[in-house]
């Protein structure tokens, strides 16, 4: 790619009639040919990184580094004297050189003549040509001969400033004795180290870690053979392969991109007081740097918020909760929703004596986790999972397996107890364990026997509790909804046929899908130059929140109009059509309570909805944790009403019938006249005219709104949105969460309390005759 600018470079100067001086083509130095303050080296193959001095813009010091050739933002990958500036600016410094004695000592010195900086080979032989290459992978390296081979005496990936580069590695290496780790620069005028650091730490298992001056922010969790059990997505990367290596050589980390012409790198930032790592991606129609990724990004990801032996959840309100078996060490704290302390375990382990297996004690599996800190945990890669199991069980101390390498064995991904190769054992508290709905892997936590008894009983006792409860509330629900979705069509219908829809009202039109107009729907494609002008580059100031399937920001288009952007992570597997068809899909359902869809954005692998932007957030916060403005009675009667709107136009009154399947409060969006319009259709599902339920394997959807049918065995129907809209009938007459509810006394759920409040009212009235009538 280089070579027709070099020429086009060289053509143009010897037109000129100073061939002489176009020496830009050049990736080597050697003793004869120093590096002049105003010149670069530019990588032989595809000319894809330069190596020269450089400002930082904001700075008055000069600095050798590298960065991207292509790139039409100048980008820094690495810095060779960060700790030791030339003072002045680049122009301010013609005399600055880099050059490689004939000792083999490759040096930056100043314009007077002082060196600043330097380094030689780490062996004591001598080289006998010594020579210095910018290679186009971007690694600076001293070697001996200039020509295409060479030992390396030195390289600079072993000394990585604050970016990971493909194929740089990051971790230990025993065998030269380098320890390679990320750090950021203090601000972005200032490359000298700054407090956020990216470590690979090997005690235990091997795990990353994000440190933020003395603090650790970020763990990676071990590698499970395929992937960190703490990144979710990495599976879903495509054109990206990652490397762990853990052996005695070595414990690295690395990744290689499949296609040279993606550009992409890891980096560690210092943003005000957060230490974030993220991947960035090179999107040239847009000329800027596109964040595909970043950590830590939730409550969750913060280094154990849940204390020992809690478990983190982001779907759950609190979001720590004890593992089976445990129960807070300070209930006060957590009632205030302050889980560090974490928990205690109710009842010990049998342990008479080390080295004989404990006939009584049992295990809980917990699913889909990320597994707890590894630091203090024992790692034996002869065992299997069920040899593990057993030197579990021999081990006085042991509270905890799992296994090492899911990726032998097909299992241990949420999968059977028969998967996974390897041990890790652990010993102490299980502290940083969080589950995700869909990723990470099985983790066994021991239990004494009593425990596993009542955890038996209970969920038995517990199941027919909820049966017989949830029947009778559905029943009682089904009637309201069936009253009012009577109600609203008797009313419909008696208003003129056809032409006043309910939100006649307003002029913006194509809101309410007739069956004559709306065919030749053009859903607009926003460019994603477009959207991240409008996000200020998608600036974590401007996000509003972590959607199900991506984060979310709010934007500002050019004519003012405000949006809310959704991006979808990479994880669907959705092919680039079906994705156009939902979304066309989702933008002919115009109704004045469906938030309503501007358009979309396509590039790559990156998709985006652009949604209208709701000024009042979302039912849930108004219902649940705003405390200075109560709804009043006229407001929530208004809003059942439009949310009964929304949803009847989806199952009856549109052309499709469609299954929202995550009907919530936080799904319902309130915009100025805090007028409800349904949101958040990525779960959504179409029936055709015939189908009336469906069996789906993969049970989506938010609990406590999810009826027991789709719950349990994942039938779903219209019903299943019923449900859900009972559910969030009662949160909105209430105001308390069906879920989440956190009181000592009465540890039930909403739906739990009302159907036994409704028990105290119709027991006389055998069931059967309620169903009878209804
Ligand atoms: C670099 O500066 C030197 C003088 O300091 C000058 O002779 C040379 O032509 C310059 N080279 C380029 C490529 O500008
Ligand atoms: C030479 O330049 C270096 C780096 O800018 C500076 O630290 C040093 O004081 C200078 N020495 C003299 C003698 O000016
Ligand atoms: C930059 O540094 C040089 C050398 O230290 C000094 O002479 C010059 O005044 C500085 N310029 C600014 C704008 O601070
Ligand atoms: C590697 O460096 C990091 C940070 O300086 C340090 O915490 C860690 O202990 C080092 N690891 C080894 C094996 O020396
Ligand atoms: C790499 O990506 C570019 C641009 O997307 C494409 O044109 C090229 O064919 C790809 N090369 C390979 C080897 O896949
Ligand atoms: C079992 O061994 C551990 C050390 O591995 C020790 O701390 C513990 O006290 C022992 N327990 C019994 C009951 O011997
Ligand atoms: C129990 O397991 C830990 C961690 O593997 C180990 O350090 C300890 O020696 C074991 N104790 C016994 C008695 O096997
Ligand atoms: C994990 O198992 C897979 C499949 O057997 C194997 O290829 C891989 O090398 C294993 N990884 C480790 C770290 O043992």
């Not at 001095?53 to 039409?72: C, D, I, M, R």
């Not at 982001?314 to 009632?335: E, H, I, K, Q, Y």
């Amino acid at each position: 790619m280089a070579s027709p600018l070099l020429c086009g470079c060289a053509l143009l100067l010897y037109l000129l009639g100073h061939l002489a001086t176009c020496h830009a083509a050049r990736d080597t130095i050697t003793p004869s040919s120093p590096l002049a303050a105003n010149e670069t080296l530019v990588s032989g193959g595809d000319g894809n990184f330069a190596l020269g001095f450089f400002t930082p813009p904001g700075a008055n010091s000069t600095y050798l580094g590298v960065w991207y050739n292509k790139v039409s933002l100048r980008t820094v990958v690495w810095v060779a004297n960060r700790e030791a500036p030339i003072a002045g600016a680049v122009g301010d410094n013609p005399g600055a050189t880099l050059s490689v004695s004939g000792g083999g000592t490759l040096a930056i010195a100043a314009g007077n003549g002082t060196v600043v900086w330097s380094v030689r080979s780490a062996s004591s032989r001598r080289l006998a040509s010594p020579a210095a290459q910018i290679l186009d992978n971007g690694n600076l390296v001293l070697k001996d001969g200039a020509g295409g081979g060479g030992a390396v005496a030195w390289e600079g990936f072993d000394y990585p400033t604050d970016t990971l580069l493909p194929e740089m590695k990051l971790g230990i290496d025993y065998v030269k004795g380098k320890n390679r780790t990320l750090t950021s620069w203090k601000s972005p005028s200032d490359p000298s180290t700054g407090p956020v650091a990216m470590v690979m730490d090997t005690t235990g298992d091997p795990q990353v870690f994000i440190w933020n001056g003395g603090e650790k922010v970020w763990r990676s969790g071990p590698w499970d053979g395929v992937q960190f059990t703490g990144v979710p997505d990495t599976a879903t990367y495509s054109g990206f392969t990652f490397s762990f290596i853990n052996s005695a050589q070595e414990v690295t980390y690395s990744f290689q991109v499949h296609n040279a012409s993606i550009i992409s790198h890891l980096g560690v930032v210092s943003s005000g007081n957060y230490g974030l790592l993220q991947r960035s991606t090179w999107v040239e129609a847009a000329r800027a740097w596109n964040l595909y990724w970043y950590a830590p990004k939730d409550q969750c990801d913060a280094v154990s918020p849940c204390g020992a032996n809690g478990v983190c959840d982001t779907n759950n309100m609190p979001v720590c909760s004890c593992l089976r078996g445990f129960t807070p060490r300070t209930p006060a704290a957590w009632a205030l929703r302050d889980g560090r302390d974490g928990c205690v375990r109710s009842t010990p382990l049998d342990c008479r004596r080390n080295g004989t297996t404990s006939t009584t004690d049992g295990f809980v599996a917990v699913r889909h986790a990320k597994v707890p800190d590894t630091e203090r945990s024992a790692v034996d890669w002869s065992l299997t999972l069920e040899q593990c199991r057993q030197a579990c069980l021999r081990n006085c101390s042991c509270t905890a397996y799992a296994s090492a390498n899911v990726s032998s064995g097909g299992g241990g991904r949420g999968g059977g107890a028969g998967g996974g190769s390897g041990c890790v054992m652990w010993t102490t508290g299980l502290t940083d364990l969080r589950v995700y709905p869909d990723f990470g892997q099985d983790l066994f936590v021991r239990l004494a026997a009593s425990d596993l008894d009542v955890l038996e009983g209970r969920s038995r006792a517990a199941r027919i509790r909820i049966a017989v409860g949830v029947s009778v509330s559905l029943l009682a629900l089904l009637l309201a909804v069936a009253g009012l979705l009577i109600w609203l069509r008797k009313r419909r219908l008696t208003r003129t046929a056809g032409s006043s829809k309910w939100s006649g009202s307003r002029s913006t039109g194509r809101r309410y899908e007739g069956s004559s107009h709306g065919d030749d729907l053009e859903l607009p494609i926003f460019d994603l130059g477009t959207i991240a002008a409008a996000t200020d580059g998608f600036s974590i100031n401007n996000k509003l929140g972590e959607g199900g399937f991506g984060p979310v920001y709010k934007g500002k288009l050019e004519d003012g109009m405000e949006i809310a952007v959704k991006t979808l992570s990479k994880t669907s597997a959705q092919g680039l059509d079906e994705f156009k068809n939902e979304v066309l899909l989702i933008a002919k359902l115009q109704h004045r309570n469906l938030v309503r869809l501007l358009g979309c954005s396509i590039s790559g692998q990156e998709r985006m909805l652009v949604y209208e932007y709701m000024a009042n957030k979302s039912l849930d916060f108004f219902l649940f944790e705003k405390d200075t403005v109560v709804l009043d009675w006229q407001v929530r009667y208004r809003i059942i009403e439009g949310i009964t709107r929304g949803l009847l136009y989806l199952h009856q009154d549109s052309r499709y019938r469609i299954i929202h399947r995550d009907l919530k409060a936080a799904n319902v969006l309130l915009d100025k006249e805090m007028t409800p319009k349904i949101s958040d259709f990525g779960m959504a599902r179409i029936f055709g005219n015939e189908e009336t339920e469906i069996n789906t394997l993969k049970v989506v959807g938010t609990y406590g709104y999810m009826s027991p049918e789709y719950a349990m065995d994942g039938i779903f129907s219209v019903k299943s949105d019923v449900f859900s809209y009972g559910v969030l009938l009662l949160e909105i007459v209430s105001g308390r969460r069906n879920r989440g509810v956190y009181s000592s006394s009465n540890n039930q759920s909403l739906l739990g309390h009302v159907s036994e409040i409704l028990h105290h009212v119709v027991n006389r009235i055998p069931a059967v005759s309620l169903i009878k009538n209804f």
